[in-house]
């Protein structure tokens, strides 16, 4: 993205196409700037095809949306690129995202708007997220406020003083590598004990895994009608369990949840938003994990943060991302 992108003057009367890449699945949506979806489409990343391959599926995806919504590029104001990891929105530059295998230092912008000759901007995801929430969402006219995307990985998004807070390189919001545990499990990132190996969708498949690696070595007889399987372990059915309480996966359930309200506990006394908001995934389990992390957070961040803080569902469900990419290119001093 060239640097003067971001000061060009967005016609409202435009669409925007928004796009939030994921680990797992790429969602893309033409939008008009009071946040009606006009269409939306979503597909699989195959992240693990390699970058050239997401990189050309993106593209593909908006030519897709584009032919069935019948829609021109005359009719778009521009595309904004909701991608996780860390990134420089000012050059457009994606410098490393862990759960893209060979993204590094790859200048989407610049590709996209070769292709599509419209201006692009680039977000983190959970900014995007953040700001769609914020614009059309369930954190509408908050000024202060925090966003989890709680799906393949942890992402932070951080609205402050009514603006997306990047921080000085573009890397703040990396709420899924927070330490939460000195002595845990490895995380992608190269770190240890993250937020992310224990309450992202990956962590807790990955413990349930390990766990049942570790059994099937030790302990066979206890794997006879656990009724899992190691190859294509599904979130859903990992929280279905739980709440039957089988020993197996209800444990790692807890503590996942559990490290939630520590990481929010942190982010509370930290920065003392009025609002956390919850998207993603794991999201989607409602009030399951929403009760529990409010009675963590509640209970444990000093008495003073608590004053007016709201903890909530995000009201956009998967479009959060897709929204607030969209919305960046009518908010350009964002």
Not at 27 to 55: Q, R, S, W
Not at 94 to 113: D, S, T
Not at 288 to 307: D, E, G, Q
Request: hydrophobic fraction near 40%.
């Amino acid at each position: 993205m060239d640097s003067e992108i971001t000061q060009e003057i967005y016609t409202e009367n435009k669409l925007a196409i928004g796009v939030d890449l994921g680990g797992t699945k790429i969602g893309i949506a033409m939008v008009n700037c009071n946040g009606k979806i006009i269409h939306y489409l979503k597909n699989p990343t195959d992240a693990h095809k390699g970058k050239e391959f997401v990189i050309n599926n993106i593209i593909e995806s908006i030519h897709q949306l584009l032919n069935e919504a019948e829609a021109n590029l005359d009719d778009i104001s521009g595309i904004g690129v909701g991608i996780p990891g860390q990134l420089d929105v000012r050059t457009g530059i994606v410098h490393f995202a862990p759960n893209l295998p060979g993204w590094e230092e790859v200048p989407i912008c610049r590709i996209i708007k070769e292709e599509f000759n419209v201006p692009v901007v680039l977000e983190n995801d959970a900014n995007a997220a953040a700001w769609g929430e914020k614009t059309f969402g369930a954190a509408k006219g908050i000024r202060d406020m925090v966003c989890l995307t709680l799906g393949t990985g942890i992402g932070g998004g951080l609205i402050l003083d009514g603006k997306i807070y990047r921080g000085h390189k573009c890397g703040a919001g990396e709420i899924g590598h927070i330490i939460v545990n000195k002595d845990g499990p490895d995380c992608h990132c190269g770190g240890i004990g993250c937020l992310e190996a224990y309450s992202s969708a990956t962590g807790i498949k990955n413990r349930v895994a390990d766990k049942i690696k570790y059994i099937k070595e030790n302990s066979p007889e206890l794997l006879a009608d656990t009724g899992i399987d190691i190859t294509n372990i599904r979130l859903v059915d990992i929280f279905q369990r739980a709440r039957e309480n089988d020993p197996l996966v209800k444990d790692i359930v807890n503590e996942a949840i559990e490290y939630l309200g520590v990481g929010i506990t942190i982010l509370v006394n930290l920065l003392n938003p009025e609002m956390v908001v919850l998207v993603g995934g794991i999201a989607n389990e409602g009030e399951n994990i929403l009760t529990p992390i409010r009675n963590f957070v509640f209970k444990r961040a000093m008495k003073a943060m608590l004053n007016d803080l709201k903890i909530d569902l995000g009201k956009l469900k998967e479009k959060a991302g897709v929204l607030g990419a969209a919305a960046l290119l009518w908010q350009k001093n964002n």
